[in-house]
């Protein structure tokens, strides 16, 4: 995920000049204004098997049975392989019950969520009509997939999920920047 994002700055100057900027700008106000402090330590261990396909997701955002539930589905996991050996598995399983959140991520069902997108915090955090997100936002091209976190979080793939860092990329909104520097 980090090499592709050089590749991209790299491909495009003019946006990775105005993301610094923007960066500069915002960082003096909202240095203190985040929930990085509360975040887990991202594990080079966890980012190495569970960062390949997408950002590594932050242990806090599923509840402890969630986490489970999906240690124990890899094999079958949203329609890939993602088995690990015994080793791994316990380092992964280790690390995400250490810093899982205490929130209930349970479906009405009962029984756990597989998807952190799934969870109630998730949805009304990232409702259509707040923040520029529209009720297409997560359809775009650029985005796919709402698992797709380091579409508009410009630090996911490092942990990070701090305001300053969110760019939504749709025309109009707040996520200008990125969309008048992507080429498209
Ligand atoms: C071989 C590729 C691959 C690996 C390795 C992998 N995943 Fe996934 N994972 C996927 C795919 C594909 C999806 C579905 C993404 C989507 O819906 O856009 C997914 C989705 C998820 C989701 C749900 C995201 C959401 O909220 O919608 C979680 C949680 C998750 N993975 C955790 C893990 C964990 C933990 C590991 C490491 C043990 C891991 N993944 C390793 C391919 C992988
Ligand atoms: C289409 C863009 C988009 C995608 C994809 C997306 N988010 Fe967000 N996210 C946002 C916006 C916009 C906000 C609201 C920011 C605000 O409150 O000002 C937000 C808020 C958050 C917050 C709260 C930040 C704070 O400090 O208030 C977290 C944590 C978060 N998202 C995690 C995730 C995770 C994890 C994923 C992937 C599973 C994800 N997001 C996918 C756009 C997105």
Redesign the pocket.
Known sequence: MQAKTTRDSRRNPVRLALFAAALALGAPAMADD??DNRRAPMSPAYVEECGACH?A??PE?LSRRSWNAVVDGLAEHFGTDASLDAQALATVRDYLDAYAGRRSTDGANGKPLLR??DTRW?QR??RAG????RAD??KRAE?GS????G???RG?ADGS???RE?R??APGVRANITAQGRTQ
């Not at 707040?130 to 997100?133: D, F, I, R």
């Not at 709402?146 to 976190?149: K, L």
């Open positions: 985040d929930d950002v997701f932050p955002l952190i997108t998730f955090e990232h707040e923040h520029g997100l936002t997560f985005v709402a698992a797709n976190c579409a508009c979080h996911a999920y701090a305001e969110i939504v990329p």
